[in-house]
């Protein structure tokens, strides 16, 4: 096996030409002709993960987010990016993301989302040629009030809090989503219909909004996370025999913490 065949399978179910600009999405470290006995599915790749990827003898690493966005100036350990880089190459290690790409396909993060609240008719809020493009929009099975919804949101993500716009008057029958940062996409969110609109990293004036629209922060993390076993599931139906795994330290890798 090489890292050439577990991206090959990652980029049929999201192909890198999808991805941002400004996105470095892909491989970022080693060789697609490198071996690969062992991969480890992340969420981002930090010196911890590395170091789980060395204890279960895992020589690839793929993550959502990509460990490199932009040039190095310097590779030193006192950096975070640099420490990961130096433990990733000293380990012969592969890293490897799939981020605005897998946030681009239905199949993804934002569809993802859509999913675990059980919507129908499920589409792409921004849509682009070929029909992908970021974020999702659905209905609900059924209209519910909106403190309802805020309530099944949180139980969906498994939230102890969200931080949400004053609630719709009116009961919720469409909702719109986009993992991650997606306060640039509220506009598509009303244009779509949808009484409510999901992503994380939403700043304070986002949250005035019409009397028949509402916004909701679950976080970027939370909001993106299930990415993680999409991957996994990817590389294990295509290798039902090879040793692929998901970080052990997945549940407490969110940087954000709670009070």
């Not at 970022?28 to 981002?44: K, N, R, T, Y």
Request: hydrophobic residues 45%; charged residues 20%.
């Amino acid at each position: 096996m090489t890292v050439r065949d577990i991206a090959s399978v990652i980029e049929e179910f999201a192909p890198l030409s999808l991805q941002e600009s400004w996105d470095n999405s892909g491989l970022c470290i080693g060789s697609p002709d490198q071996e690969v006995h062992g991969v480890l599915v992340g969420f981002d790749c930090t010196p911890e993960l590395v170091d789980e990827a060395v204890a279960c003898g895992a020589d690839m690493i793929v993550t959502h987010h990509p460990l490199i966005f932009g040039g190095l100036k310097k590779i030193a350990p006192e950096d975070l990016v640099g420490e990961t880089v130096i433990k990733a190459v000293s380990a012969g290690i592969a890293i490897y993301a799939a981020h605005t790409n897998a946030d681009k396909v239905l199949g993804g993060v934002s569809g993802a989302m859509a999913r675990k609240l059980g919507l129908l008719n499920i589409q792409v809020l921004d849509p682009e040629e070929g029909g992908c493009g970021l974020g999702a929009v659905g209905d609900l099975p059924e209209p519910v009030a909106s403190e309802d919804f805020i309530a099944s949101v949180k139980a969906a993500f498994a939230l102890s809090s969200i931080r949400c716009s004053r609630p719709v008057e009116g009961m919720v029958s469409r909702v719109a989503m986009c993992g991650g940062s997606g306060g640039s996409m509220i506009g598509s969110a009303i244009s779509s219909g949808a009484q409510a609109y999901i992503c994380g990293d939403i700043s304070y004036h986002r949250f005035f909004t019409p009397k028949d629209f509402m916004v909701m922060d679950i976080g970027h993390f939370e909001g993106e996370v299930e990415i993680v076993d999409i991957l996994f599931s990817l590389i294990t139906k295509k290798f039902p025999n090879f040793a692929v795994r998901t970080s052990a330290k997945l549940a407490s890798s969110n940087p954000v913490f709670y009070f």
